[in-house]
């Protein structure tokens, strides 16, 4: 008995984004944040008043935010909105069966680096790539995987 096994090559991300799901450079926590309490008061009771926070989804994670643990309005606890570059070794939400392990992830990502480069030529064949200028313009930020 054989199983037809569907490989998915690009992304189901609406908009001019990358072809892997998992580099999701374009993520901005500061754009998603909200004050939670119940997850600050304990930090803050350990002692913490400030946090970096990022979204935990995908290889590349996009930027993360600093924030003071006060249980105040997201505008008044907000210290610095792109703080940090932030990357793991696991894909995430992403629904593609690339990369589907350590190496592959890894292989991801300093292929990524690689198109990143490139892209900063910005080739007329590649027409606009919202992940990759994402990837570029974090370059400079603080890299925490």
Do not use: C
């Amino acid at each position: 008995m054989a199983f037809l096994v569907y490989q998915q090559f690009t992304s189901n991300a609406k908009g001019a984004y990358g072809w892997n799901q998992a580099i999701k450079a374009e993520a901005d926590a500061f754009k998603v944040f909200a004050i939670d309490d119940t997850k600050a008061k304990p930090l803050r009771e350990a002692g913490f008043g400030t946090v970096l926070s990022h979204v935990r989804d995908g290889i590349a994670r996009g930027t993360g935010t600093v924030v003071t643990l006060a249980n105040s309005k997201e505008n008044l606890v907000m210290l610095k909105e792109k703080a940090s570059a932030n990357y793991s070794f696991n894909k995430g939400t992403s629904t593609q069966s690339y990369p589907s392990s350590m190496m592959g992830s890894i292989a991801l990502l300093r292929q990524s680096f690689l198109d990143a480069q490139w892209y900063k030529q910005k080739p007329a064949e590649e027409g606009v790539n919202l992940s990759m200028e994402a990837w570029n313009n974090n370059h400079g930020l603080a890299t925490n995987i």
